[in-house]
């Protein structure tokens, strides 16, 4: 699960990161439902997957020449999906797994090499995760600042 401190703490490399791993759950699911033969399930969570693509695409900075290479990527992995809704076929979903997991690792890469650790929120309020005795318990504690995100 995606905490809101995650994202307001992220770096544009960590965000994209934050990105890809929710489109490989979501992938996930979509296996999930096709093997447990929910259709409709399979198909809301197919529409969710091309969502989080579309993001993908929409944040492709095309002034850069690697861009036009994942916008290609991108639309083949939306195809697949595509297709998988068409066939009702859960193998086109291991080819899109494994494009994105080849991806997340070339960036996981870049994003450790890039000693740019730029957060995307200049202004967010800091957040820090404290850890306490208990089961399944992580709290986040927020120091004392007045400034909760906004400039006045």
């Known amino acids: 699960m995606i905490k809101a401190s995650q994202v307001a703490n992220a770096t544009r490399g960590q965000l994209l990161r934050i990105t890809y791993d929710l489109l490989l759950d979501s992938l996930d699911n979509i296996k999930k439902h096709a093997n447990e033969n929910e259709e409709r399930e399979f198909q809301a969570e ?3 997957s091309r969502q989080i693509l579309q993001e993908l ?6 002034e850069q020449e690697m861009s036009r290479d994942l916008l290609r990527l ?3 992995i939306n195809g697949l999906l595509i297709k998988s809704i068409m066939k009702y076929e859960d193998s086109l979903i291991d080819e899109a797994k494994n494009l994105i997991n080849t991806l997340m690792i070339g960036w996981d890469e ?3 090499s890039d000693k740019a650790d ?3 929120m200049d202004n967010a309020q800091q957040v ?7 089961k399944s318990d992580l709290n986040e504690s927020v120091l004392d600042d007045k400034n909760r995100g906004f400039k006045a």
């Open 46 to 48: 197919v529409e969710r």
């Open 57 to 62: 695409i929409d944040t492709l900075d095309f």
């Open 74 to 76: 991108y639309v083949y």
């Open 110 to 112: 870049a994003i450790d």
């Open 118 to 120: 730029i957060k995307v």
């Open 128 to 134: 820090y995760a404290g850890l306490t005795y208990g």
